[in-house]
Nanobody
Framework: QVQLVESGGGLVQAGGSLRLSCVAS????????MGWYRQAPGKQRELVAR???????TYVDSVKGRFTISRDNAKNTVYLQMSSLKPEDTAVYYC??????????????WGQGTQVTVSS
């Protein structure tokens, strides 16, 4: 059984920063890729960052250079450091345990989501 608990969302001004955290239970965390998705009102859920079990990272183009995904396997935690935030980053952010050690095309477990709101 795997459970994910996100934290760190909130309201920030444009240009500000937030760090999201996701604490995972279970043994899957250290072996599988982890991802951060987001979903804005009226929009489809979008994978914004992925970190593979081996540590490699990928990002959607819109957040490259601004967001950093990392993981601390000893703490069963994955982070999303978000900097230079823009109003278009406003969304509910979801932590995900990916099915594969390398990819996040498929998700096995979802967190409940944490709201990020960026004001102009």
């Amino acid at each position: 059984q795997v459970q994910l608990v996100e934290s760190g969302g909130g309201l920030v001004q444009a240009g500000g920063s937030l760090r999201l955290s996701c604490v995972a239970s279970g043994s899957i965390f250290s072996a599988n890729a982890m991802g951060w998705y987001r979903q804005a009102p009226g929009k489809q859920r979008e994978l914004v960052a992925r970190i593979a079990g081996g540590g490699s990272t990928t990002y959607v183009d819109s957040v490259k250079g601004r967001f950093t995904i990392s993981r601390d396997n000893a703490k069963n935690t994955v982070y999303l450091q978000m900097s230079s935030l823009k109003p278009e980053d406003t969304a509910v952010y979801y932590c995900a345990v990916c099915r594969s050690p390398r990819y996040c095309a498929d998700v096995d477990y979802w967190g409940q989501g944490t709201q990020v709101t960026v004001s102009s």
